[in-house]
């Protein structure tokens, strides 16, 4: 438990990692060992949220050919 802190321990970061991650929205954390900073991590910046567009079929044909049109469903099922 981090308690509004943003250091932690190696054995804190080990087995309490949900709440370093709540830690890690609000700034960076410091991680300690044995009384020494070892590491700082630092939250990414989350990516912009973009209009999802379908994957395009001509692309995956070029990728897997004409591999797959062959192939049944019912090919499989006994």
Do not use: C
């Given at each position: 438990m981090l308690y509004m802190t943003t250091t932690v321990t190696v054995r804190q970061l080990r087995h309490d990692l949900k709440s370093v991650e709540k830690a890690?929205?609000?700034g960076p954390v410091?991680?300690?060992k044995r009384g020494k900073v070892i590491?700082?991590?630092r939250a990414e910046k989350k990516p912009a949220k973009g209009k999802w567009t379908p994957p395009d079929p001509e692309?995956?044909?070029k990728i897997i050919g004409d591999r797959l049109?062959?192939?049944d469903v019912r090919?499989?099922?006994r």
């Open positions: 890690l929205i609000k410091k991680v300690t590491w700082t991590i692309r995956a044909r049109e062959g192939l090919d499989f099922i």
